[in-house]
């Protein structure tokens, strides 16, 4: 049944995915990792699984005009679980056609390219996120049906940014599975915009998992931005792995959300590699957001930055928790991390935990974190010249989110981002509004 | 316009103005003067609404209105404006923005149309001349690595764009170079008409030679306890405040 609708390279790991999440079982608070997020709650309801791969009654090309102005992407839909690859026919729709990617590129459901030309997915799916490492690598390793694969041959740069818009849409509970496989050849560079939306405001969970390879000398600028109902759980993991001369700029900017605990792995296993891990939070009501991230250096000469940054308000929960590892032999390391967060309500709560571990004795490592309020000074100045106390604190809360946003090297999400996040602490934000203006949201 | 009756404020149970008495009348500039400590800043944050500081009796009316019951942007919007003496760094809030944002809320209070972003910017470039202010500065955030004197001299800008009717300059000459404090004294100047009035509090005569005062107190203590003209300022530069205190 698992099979059917999918392909060997997927199914291959199924078995010994099945006999890892059984060992595990759903993570409890007791594992390190998971302590801040209640797993097993968030699977608890009675969810559909769409394995018998019948298609859903949505035409993304319809419901949306997935476009962050100016940044003339090319767009792609995940709905559900599956990609999404039903062209919208002539004349009904104003979707300008996908702009043809270099030769060799691929951008296509991965269960089709498993099938096609497994020599391309076997080697690296499962690789990174090793279903006996994390019980909910097992669970998508077992359940996973299809998704999104991204091959860029060697030295090629595809031009222009490349979006993916995860979308889930059903009439009753679904958990979706969901996998991302990104391969980077030696001298590879792409930019990559993942947005995750839903649809409903029916419980959905959706598991996540994205295995990106950034081969030698590759440059990978690939950010996620979570839009979702409050009524949607995520568990998202992502593993990078870095090889020499590298550079990988992950971001993951959660704008508003239900649930989510989002893992970054980040493996600098090639000399001279560079990550920078930048992440903002905006939270309010009963949201809760954890990030916990994991940068492992293992060779020397490698560099890595991380700024997380939160927001929240009312009752909503953060937490992060970054563990940086600067393995023996790593000399030369240089690493720092910043986690700052703002606390505009009394019951809003962060937890914050930056650890890190050295066993290298030449290396430059900076870690520390704060959680805060305004700046009581700050907004006084700004009301003594006439800023209403609502918009000098809205203000403020934009000033310190824009740090995270300016580190974003697409110019035009950067730009949109901005933009949204202001639309957001204003409450304007439309549900979809990262995709354009025009979405019409939960529309059948 | 501004009327000050009996004033007195406490901070964390202290007691720091006793019983002030002040008129500041349309068209005039007053001087404030007295040593450290003895309560000057406190009665321009009282003036402006600072929220940390608990007025325990007496009254402040501008123009007539009870400005104790009004919130800190309100006061702004009636027309008082603060040049601080230590204005704060916003990391992260351009001074475009934070500009459009008070000008703009102002406009809104008195009921007109937000001002077109062509205006807006050329209105900024035209108030940048008066005190000679570096476009690179505006371009930052407020107040963001800037220089003593630069961030003083940013208040005048601000001042100058928000066109206030009552300024109160808190040692704003402090920080600044002789030649800033030429250019920040007459850009004032400049800005100055019949129906402003600005309460000017200085250690020194310098910021005076440019803004001329009309009348000068000194405060000691929480309490003025001399009032003059011009020739007041010139005798403390001379004197120092010692004979005017009450038990000298
Ligand atoms: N937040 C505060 N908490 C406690 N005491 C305060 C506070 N702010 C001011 N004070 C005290 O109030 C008194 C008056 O301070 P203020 O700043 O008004 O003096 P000033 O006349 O402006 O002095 P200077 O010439 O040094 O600027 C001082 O003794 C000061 O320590
Ligand atoms: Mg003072």
């Not at chain 1, 990106?212 to 949607?232: K, M, S």
């Not at chain 1, 390391?333 to 937890?351: D, I, V």
Request: hydrophobic residues 40%.
């Amino acid at each position: 049944m698992l099979d059917t609708h999918s392909a060997p390279a997927l199914n291959a790991l199924r078995t010994q995915a099945f006999e890892d999440f059984r060992r595990q079982g759903f993570p409890s608070r007791k594992v390190e990792r998971y302590r801040y997020t209640d797993v097993a709650a968030a699977f608890a309801p009675d969810y559909g699984v769409n394995l018998r791969g019948l298609s859903i009654p949505v035409n993304p090309y319809e419901a949306f005009r997935c476009d962050v102005p100016n940044l003339s992407t090319s767009l792609y839909f995940v709905a559900n679980d599956r990609f999404y690859d039903t062209m919208p026919r002539g004349g009904e729709t104003s979707i300008k056609k996908r702009p043809a990617l270099p030769e060799g590129v691929i951008i296509d459901s991965l269960a089709r390219v498993a099938l096609e030309r497994p020599e391309l997915v076997a080697p690296y799916y499962g690789r990174l996120a090793r279903s006996s490492k994390d019980a909910i690598n097992a669970l998508n390793t077992m359940l996973a049906q299809d998704g999104v694969f991204i091959y860029v041959p060697r030295h090629t740069v595809v031009p222009r940014p490349i979006q993916v818009v995860n979308i889930l849409r059903a009439d009753v509970p679904l958990m979706a599975n969901r996998r991302m496989l990104i391969v980077l050849e030696e001298g590879a560079q792409l930019q990559l915009l993942v947005c995750d939306h839903t649809m409903d405001d029916h419980d959905f969970l959706a598991t996540q998992v994205v295995e990106a390879f950034v081969g030698e000398d590759a440059h990978l600028e690939f950010h996620e931005l979570e839009e979702t109902h409050p009524t949607n759980h995520r568990f998202s993991n992502t593993y990078a792995d870095l090889s020499a001369h590298s550079v990988a700029t992950l971001g993951c900017i959660t704008l508003s959300c239900g649930l989510t605990r989002n893992r970054t792995d980040v493996t600098l296993s090639g000399e001279d590699s560079e990550v920078n891990l930048i992440g903002a939070v905006v939270a309010d009501g009963n949201q809760h957001a954890d990030n916990n991230t994991l940068i492992d250096h293992r060779v020397p000469n490698c560099r890595s930055n991380e700024l997380y940054k939160y927001v929240l308000d009312d009752s909503a929960v953060g937490a992060f928790a970054g563990r940086v590892l600067v393995r023996e032999g790593a000399q030369k390391t240089s690493s720092r991390e910043t986690n700052a967060n703002l606390c505009a309500a009394p019951t809003a709560r962060m937890y914050t935990q930056p650890m890190l571990e050295i066993y290298a004795d030449d290396v430059k490592c900076s870690h520390g974190s704060t959680v805060g309020q305004l700046n009581d000074a700050a907004l006084f100045y700004m009301r003594q010249r006439g800023v209403p106390e609502d918009e000098a604190r809205l203000l403020l809360k934009f000033a310190f989110v824009g740090e995270v946003i300016d580190g974003i090297r697409l110019d035009a999400l950067r730009d949109r981002l901005h933009y949204l996040v202001e639309k957001r602490f204003r409450g304007e934000l439309g549900r979809c509004a990262g995709c354009g203006e025009n979405v019409k949201c939960g529309e059948r | 316009m501004l009327e000050i009756r009996d004033l007195h404020v406490s901070i964390g149970g202290k007691e720091i103005l006793k019983g002030i008495d002040l008129v500041v009348k349309e068209g005039e500039v007053h001087a404030l003067m007295g040593h450290n400590g003895a309560g000057k800043s406190t009665l321009s944050n009282v003036i402006v609404g600072h929220p940390a500081y608990e007025v325990t009796q007496g009254s402040i009316t501008f123009n007539g209105h009870d400005l104790l019951a009004m919130k800190p942007e309100e006061r702004a919007h009636e027309g008082i404006f603060l040049s601080f003496q230590q204005p704060v760094e916003i990391p992260g809030v351009s001074m475009v923005n934070f500009m459009r944002a008070a000008l703009n809320a102002k406009r809104k209070y008195l009921g007109l149309e937000p001002l077109a972003a062509g205006d807006f910017l050329k209105l900024m470039r035209e108030k940048r001349k008066i005190v000679e202010l570096d476009n690179k500065l505006t371009n930052r955030s407020v107040n963001e690595g800037f220089s003593g004197g630069e961030r003083k001299r940013n208040e005048i800008f601000q001042m100058a764009m928000l066109e206030p009717t009552l300024s109160i300059l808190d040692e704003t000459d402090s920080g600044l170079d002789v030649d800033a404090l030429r250019v920040v004294g007459e850009g004032f100047n400049k800005l100055r008409t019949p129906q402003t009035s600005a309460i000017v509090i200085t250690h020194y005569q310098r910021l005076l030679d440019y803004i001329r005062p009309d009348v000068v107190h000194v405060l000691i203590d929480g309490r003025i306890v001399r009032t003059g003209g011009p020739e007041l300022a010139m005798e403390i530069e001379q004197r120092g405040f010692d004979w005017l205190k009450p038990d000298s």
